[in-house]
């Protein structure tokens, strides 16, 4: 079944099941998603993952299909990250998010520590920006549609991005294949 | 062929996307969704049930169905006694045994697959 079908199931049936087929197709992303947002927090971003789809469960009504489920569903999870940036109030300075990586580097998921050095060094928009375009394969207008920033300041953010990664993967030595 | 900085950085990601294992996931969430919705949809239900079955009792139900059955089951009397069994040559009944089989046959398959 097609994710129109499964959300109009679940809109005008209440169909669980067909919400539950829903959550089994996107948890890897999404919570991929917040892995990335939260620089592999492993614990913290199945419970923002849990909560983007509660969320979207009780709106699903609002889906009216403008957009495809994927985008719908990626603008949820970036509310609900923002949400929590701001609830606990996390700034950008070097000390706060040395301690987040280092309590993150407790349950990192496989060997990923390389990835969220990388991450670490961009902006909170850039990595969003980065992680939407090169891990979830989202176009330069769904991620604006995800954001609600204009195109180009999304290109600004992935160009501004994808120049320090490139430092970054120089200086650490990073290869090309 | 040295790759270019944007080059670089997709690659870079291309090697680090991960598909994230359910480990039981799926099922938290669906623990924490709301039970309200399906409070209403058991009520709707049950409601729709009421209605139909009041209607159906109103409306003289019972003596339609039995009128419809009647009429249904006197035409399948009628069109079986009509049948002329040896206006059909042996050749014709074995075709529509051989195909009512066939069709038995894929049916179970398909099942079974």
């Known amino acids: ?177 | 062929m040295k790759l270019n900085d944007e080059q670089l950085v997709e690659q870079f990601f291309a090697e680090h996307i991960v598909e994230i294992a359910d480990n039981g996931f799926t099922k938290k969430v669906m623990k924490r969704l709301p039970q309200s919705a399906l409070r209403w949809n058991k009520l709707w239900t049950a409601g729709c049930w009421a209605a139909a079955i009041l209607l159906f009792f109103l409306l003289d139900g019972i003596n339609s169905v039995k009128a419809a059955f009647i009429h249904v089951t006197g035409d399948l009397l009628g069109m079986l006694a009509s049948f002329q069994f040896d206006s059909f040559s042996p050749f014709i009944i074995y075709l529509g045994i051989l195909s009512t089989t066939a069709v038995i046959a894929y049916n179970v398959i398909e099942n079974s697959n």
């Open chain 1, 1 to 177: 079944m097609d994710d129109i079908s499964l959300v109009t199931q679940v809109a005008v049936f209440h169909n669980r099941k067909a919400f539950d087929k829903l959550v089994m197709k996107y948890q890897s992303p999404i919570r991929r998603f917040f892995l990335n947002q939260t620089l592999g927090d492993g614990p913290l971003s199945d419970d923002l993952a849990q909560e983007c789809f509660i969320k979207a469960y009780v709106n699903i009504t609002q889906f009216k299909g403008l957009s495809g489920f994927s985008t719908w569903l990626y603008r949820i999870a970036y509310n609900v990250y923002y949400d929590h940036v701001r609830r606990n109030k996390l700034t950008s300075d070097i000390d706060t998010v040395e301690v987040r990586r280092m309590n993150a580097g407790q349950s990192v998921i496989g060997e990923r520590i390389d990835i969220y050095g990388a991450l670490e060094i961009l902006s909170e928009t850039e990595r969003t920006c980065i992680t939407l375009q090169l891990m979830e394969g989202q176009p330069i207008d769904k991620i604006a549609d995800i954001t609600h920033f204009p195109q180009g300041t999304v290109k600004s953010h992935l160009s501004r991005g994808k120049q320090k990664l490139a430092i970054y993967l120089k200086q650490n030595g990073y290869e090309t294949k």
